[in-house]
Structures are given as structure tokens and as C-alpha cells.
């Protein structure tokens, strides 16, 4: 593959998932030109306030409505490939994803445990769902990688998968006996884990953005390692990379970003699995270009997912959880049945 | 039998009468017609005892019923209401606002997974479920079923008649036909009573609204509401108002988007649960242009009144009016107790 090939698909993929963000502002209950949403959006970003002729309306479903909630299923679809990319070099495993070491339990579990005992710290206002589901998340996985690392000393990719697996299953079982006992609120705990972009606004956003960005950053300096890393655990502390930290460190900051992503969202499945391996099959196994596209792959495809979701069946909304494993199980399955036989 | 229909006749007749002209004044009015055929009645108002429950399964009510097991607020409510409060033996968790007037000893089951085995065990004559607990056809309440007992199913109902139907229903099953006639036959002439000044409003003024179960959160991301074919959106017609999702079918779950584009009038919380709810809705981001917020028409209604589909729903209809045309119903003084008990008195003569 040239180099002058590459770029230009890096281009075309850029203008097509600019595009899909678009449309995803674009589309939906109301139509709306796009000078007056370009009007919108300038008048809001120059401070001068919305154009005159544009309905004070209009405003408020394109800036507080609509604007954050795609922007917000960009970041979140961007944020759960990247990790589930850097899962599947890690742990040398085409099924890792970002969930396999627990995060989504474990977040669940927290959700569950607030919804059920109605806790509410004011200071927290209105984060403490995503707060805890994040803590949790993040306590399920440090709480795997940590017994891994004393069952198996050289923390093994198998070791790890195998506890995270064993560990995803019992916290799921402490959540389904709490939701058993409580069943008053299995109906919202399910439409939790279901997850919706639906009332996300800048707040949001906010919090997200500058989390994206600096993790990021981070796993883009380990790039390098990952390629590296892809090769085994042998080859890579043979070549002078410390394969453990490497590891530990990159999970850590991969759950950061599910597990931030999946407290603001609920458990959205297949874009951290499915965008991975189609930006590979496009671009290359080299890390330094899969993650960047694959934070715009995921990205553009969870945009587009929340467009259908509420787009659909409208004034209803179909969960984005089912839209995304409705679309990306069957997509999913045929990049990889066409690879193999192409192989065989 | 006979006279049983003479009496439907009657109020059916009083009815037709009362929706022409003022449905309260007329019902004394009419009373001599009621007096002539009530008097003696009420011993032989056996209106047969049914064999077929709401849902259309067979059942076999027995002649006497002693012990009651309601699996619905609506109904524990309608049974209180119908002096049998002491029979009853066994409750959903829900209907526990009711436990002060219930025997000390009830016993209190889930409404979703109930414990069959448990029910059983108090032998009950009777067991009223409910539309709520029935999941994708299959009734929870299946092996009790199959064990014998009778299990008297009435489904959510989707109308005012609906309602009126399934309390004659419920009197039907435990001998107060009495009664049940008195409260169906006074909802539905306190529903023309307001359907005569809904009739008033003129065109020009007819509001829409939207009624949410909910406010919107990150946590509930969809409001829950309903269109046609709920007995809520019935409530909204005859008081005169327009609800905003009214070309939907059933109770929905809608986007935030979708209700700010509706635009409502009006907006109605059915959220007891949530003390407030009207001003997070007035306080809410991207609502402000949304002519109710603008305009400060988002009220609190009593959920304990509407959400019970049982005669009730006529108190929280005159409630919902008052909040959405104080100006048309603010001189309205038809009382739905004062009307069913008008008429219980004429059938008990």
C-alpha cells in the first residue's frame, strides 16, 4: 500500500464522517436548511446570537437538543473503538473488545446500586448515575488486571481474557440478584443498559470531550508499541518493550474511556468490535493509523446509529444498543466470513 | 332479568337525556322514572354472574365470596369503595396505600412475579389480576389458574366505557351490581356533565396538551405519554383539549425532540413520585421557547386520581380541566360522589 493511497482515503474517510455528522444534526422531527443550521451554530460559536428570521424554536432543538446528542454519539462510538483497537492488539485477541474485562458489569452493577438505593450526593447533581457506573467500571478492572497479575506473573493474554470473562460473569450475577430483589426499577436499570443518547446535553459533552482527547494522546504515544505488541508478549520484550506496564497502562487508560463512555451511555455493543476490524481491513494493522480512524469509524457509526434510532420509529426511539447489534452483528459477520474465505 | 333492563334502560335513557341538556339538574329530574322501576329491585338485581372474565378466559365464579385477593390498585379501591374491604385477604404491593382500610392481616404480593403458591394457600373465593401483570400473553398467574382457583382477569382498559364495563364487572363477580351500576352509570353522566361545557370552548381556543409521566433526564432519557386508544387521551376529548401526540396509538415512550416540536399549550405532569416535577420541567434546557414553559402552564396533577382506571378517573378529568380551562370550568360544581350516590339512591329507591 502507498503512502499516497493511504492519505487519500484518510481523506475521503474524514469527508465522509464529516458528512454523517451532518446529517446526524440535520436529520430528524424537524428539517432545517443548512444555511440556517450553519446560521445556528455560528451565531452560538461567535457569541452574536442566533440570525434574525430563524424561529427562537429552531434554536433550541438544533444548539441544546439535537447538536449535543450527535456530537455526544460521535465522541462515544469514537471513544469505545479506539479502546476496543487497542484491547484486540493488547491482549493479541480479535474478540477482545473494550468490555472484556468487565467495565460494562461493573459500571452496570453501579448503576444498578444507585438506582435501586436512590442515592444522591447534591454536589454530584444530576452525574451521579455516570459517576459511580464510571467507578465501578473502572474498580472491576483494575480489581481483574490485579488478580490476574498474582495468579500469573507475566500477566498473559489468556490469564487476563479468562478473568475478565469469570469476573464480568459474577459481578453480572450480583446485578441480576439485585435487580431480582428489586424489581421496581428493572425497568429503568434495563433501559440504562440498553443505552440511549437521548437528553445528553453540553454538560455532557464537556466532560467527554477533553477525556477523549487526553487519553487519546496517550494510547497515539504507545502506538508504536502496540504494532510492536501485536507480535506476542515474547517478541515484544524481546525488541525492549516492557510488555507488561505497556499492557497494564493501556488497559487502564481503554477502561478510562469505556468506562467514562458507558456511565454517560449505557452498554453500547459491536462499534468497539466491528470498527476496529473493518479500519484494519482498510487501512493496515498499523496502530498509528487504526487509532484515528477508528475513533472516526466508531464515531460516524454511532452517529448514524443514534439517527436511526430515533429517526425510525419516531416520536419513539429504539434503543441505540439494538440498533448498533442489529446493523454491526450481521456487517461485523461478513467482513470476517469474507476474509476467510478469501484466505482459504 | 327483566327489570334489570328496565333500570340499564332508564339510566341509558337518563343519559341520552342528560348529554342534551344539564346533566346534573336533569338526573333529579328524572329521578321519578328511576323510583318507579327501583324501589323493590335491589334484591333481584342478580344480573348473571359471569362466566367469561374481561380478557374473554372462562371462569367460574363461585355463589358466595368470602375471600378476596385483589392484584390491582384500581380494584382494591373499587372494593373498598364497595363496603368489602374486610373480605379482602390478599393485595399487590401496590395497592398498599390502601392497607388503613384493609384487614391488619393482608397479605401483600408482587404484582409482576406473584407467589403462587402463597395465594393458593390462603383459598381465595376470588382473584382479581390486572392487564400490569401480564407479560407478553403469558399470565403470572398461570398454576393458580390450573389449581382451581378462580383468577378474574381485567385487562388495562383502553376507554371510559372500558372502565365503566369492567367495574359493572367487578360488581357483577362479588354480588354489589347496586353499587357497580351507581358508579358506572356516575361516571359516565359526570363526563357529559363536562362534555357540555367542553362543547362551549370555542374553536379558536381549544388548547394542546401534553401529559408526561416523567421529566426527561439523562437517567429517563424518553417521556413517557400516550396517543388514541387510551382512556387518558378519552379524558383529554371530552374536556375539549388536544393532545399532542393524538395521531399516536396507545401509551408511548418519546424523544425529547419530538414533544419540544409539539409545541404544547399545555403541559400536564403525572408524577406524583417526583415532588417538583413541574417546576424541572419549567427549568429544563431547550424548553424555554415551548409555549407552556413560556407561558407558565406546566402543572402537577394527582397521579393517584388519573392513573387508576376505575371511577375515579371522572374527579381527575374535572382536575386536568380545571388546570387546562380554569376559565371554562372554574364555575363547575358537579360532583361525581354526590352524582353516583343520587343514583345509587334511586336504584335502591
Not at chain 2, 361545557?197 to 379558536?204: F, N, R
Not at chain 2, 416523567?214 to 437517567?219: G, R, T, Y
Request: glycine share 8%.
Amino acid at each position: 500500500m502507498t503512502k499516497k493511497g493511504t492519505g487519500l482515503k484518510i481523506a475521503i474517510s474524514a469527508i465522509l464522517c464529516f458528512f454523517i455528522l451532518i446529517l446526524a444534526i440535520r436529520q430528524g422531527s424537524v428539517y432545517i436548511s443548512l444555511k440556517d443550521l450553519f446560521g445556528i451554530i455560528s451565531g452560538h460559536i461567535t457569541g452574536k446570537g442566533t440570525p434574525e428570521g430563524i424561529e427562537p424554536m429552531m434554536d433550541s432543538i438544533f444548539w441544546t437538543i439535537r447538536m449535543p446528542r450527535a456530537i455526544m454519539a460521535f465522541l462515544v462510538g469514537g471513544a469505545l473503538s479506539v479502546s476496543g483497537a487497542c484491547m484486540q492488539a493488547l491482549l493479541q485477541n480479535p474478540l477482545a473488545s473494550s468490555y472484556t474485562l468487565g467495565v460494562s458489569s461493573g459500571a452496570s452493577l453501579g448503576a444498578a446500586i444507585v438506582l435501586i438505593l436512590e442515592i444522591s450526593i447534591p454536589l454530584l447533581a444530576g452525574f451521579m448515575l455516570p459517576f459511580t457506573g464510571f467507578v465501578f467500571g473502572l474498580i472491576t478492572v483494575v480489581l481483574a488486571l490485579s488478580l490476574a497479575s498474582v495468579i500469573d506473573r507475566n500477566v498473559s493474554n489468556t490469564t487476563v481474557v479468562l478473568i475478565g470473562m469469570i469476573l464480568s460473569l459474577f459481578v453480572n450475577g450480583i446485578m441480576n440478584f439485585l435487580s431480582t430483589l428489586y424489581s421496581d426499577h428493572s425497568k429503568q436499570l434495563y433501559l440504562w443498559m440498553m443505552g440511549s443518547f437521548s437528553a445528553r446535553g453540553w454538560k455532557h459533552c464537556l466532560i467527554l470531550f477533553p477525556v477523549c482527547v487526553v487519553c487519546f494522546a496517550i494510547l497515539m504515544l504507545t502506538s508504536r508499541k502496540m504494532d510492536i505488541m501485536s507480535f506476542g508478549d515474547l517478541q515484544a520484550q524481546a525488541m525492549g518493550v516492557d510488555a507488561k506496564k505497556t499492557k497494564l497502562v493501556a488497559i487502564v487508560i481503554c477502561s478510562l474511556l469505556t468506562g467514562i463512555s458507558v456511565a454517560f451511555t449505557g452498554v453500547i455493543g459491536f462499534v468497539d468490535l466491528a470498527a476496529p476490524h473493518v479500519v484494519r481491513k482498510l487501512f493496515g494493522p498499523s496502530h498509528r493509523i487504526v487509532l484515528p480512524m477508528s475513533f472516526i469509524y466508531g464515531g460516524a457509526f454511532m452517529a448514524l446509529c443514534d439517527l436511526i434510532s430515533r429517526t425510525v420509529l419516531s416520536p419513539r426511539e429504539i434503543p441505540v444498543g439494538a440498533v448498533t447489534a442489529l446493523i454491526g452483528a450481521p456487517f461485523f459477520a461478513y467482513v470476517f466470513f469474507a476474509s476467510r474465505r478469501k484466505r482459504a | 332479568m327483566k327489570k334489570i333492563f328496565a333500570v340499564i334502560l332508564t339510566l341509558a335513557m337518563l343519559v341520552s337525556v342528560a348529554t342534551g341538556c344539564s346533566a346534573i339538574t336533569d338526573l333529579t329530574q328524572q329521578s321519578g322514572v328511576l323510583e318507579s322501576v327501583g324501589k323493590d329491585v335491589i334484591g333481584d338485581i342478580d344480573i348473571e354472574i359471569p362466566t367469561k372474565d374481561r380478557a374473554g378466559n372462562d371462569i367460574k365464579v363461585p355463589d358466595k365470596i368470602d375471600k378476596i385477593i385483589s392484584m390491582a390498585p384500581s380494584t382494591t379501591q373499587v372494593l373498598i369503595e364497595f363496603g368489602l374491604g374486610d373480605k379482602i385477604v390478599g393485595i399487590d404491593t401496590n395497592s398498599a396505600t390502601y392497607i388503613d382500610k384493609l384487614p391488619a392481616n393482608v397479605a401483600q404480593f408482587d404484582m409482576m412475579s406473584p407467589d403462587n403458591e402463597a395465594i393458593a394457600a390462603l383459598s381465595p373465593d376470588i382473584v382479581f389480576t390486572s392487564g400490569m401483570s401480564s407479560v407478553g400473553g403469558t399470565s403470572p398467574f398461570q398454576s393458580l389458574i390450573d389449581s382451581g382457583v378462580c383468577v378474574a382477569d381485567i385487562p388495562s382498559p383502553s376507554s371510559i366505557e372500558g372502565i365503566c364495563d369492567d367495574i359493572l364487572f367487578i360488581g357483577a363477580c362479588v354480588g354489589k351490581n347496586a353499587e357497580a351500576i351507581a358508579y358506572s352509570k356516575g361516571l359516565t353522566l359526570f363526563m357529559s356533565g363536562l362534555e357540555e361545557i367542553s362543547a362551549s370552548i370555542p374553536e379558536d381556543q381549544v388548547k394542546t396538551v401534553l401529559v408526561m409521566m416523567n421529566v426527561p433526564s439523562a437517567e429517563y432519557p424518553t417521556i413517557y405519554t400516550f396517543g388514541k386508544g387510551t382512556y387518558m387521551n378519552e379524558m383529554l376529548d371530552i374536556i375539549g383539549a388536544k393532545n399532542v401526540f393524538g395521531d399516536q396509538e396507545g401509551w408511548l415512550a418519546v424523544s425529547v425532540e419530538d414533544a419540544i416540536v409539539a409545541d404544547p399549550d399545555v403541559i400536564l405532569m403525572d408524577c406524583d413520585w417526583l415532588p417538583g416535577a413541574a417546576d424541572q420541567v419549567k427549568a429544563l434546557e431547550g424548553w424555554e421557547n415551548v409555549k407552556a414553559v413560556k407561558n407558565g402552564e406546566v402543572y402537577q396533577i394527582s397521579e393517584d386520581l388519573c392513573s387508576r382506571p376505575n371511577h375515579h378517573v371522572g374527579e381527575a378529568t374535572l382536575e386536568w380541566a380545571k388546570c387546562i380551562y380554569s376559565k371554562f370550568y372554574s364555575d363547575f360544581t358537579g360532583s361525581l360522589d354526590d352524582i353516583k350516590t343520587d343514583v345509587l339512591e334511586k336504584i335502591l329507591g
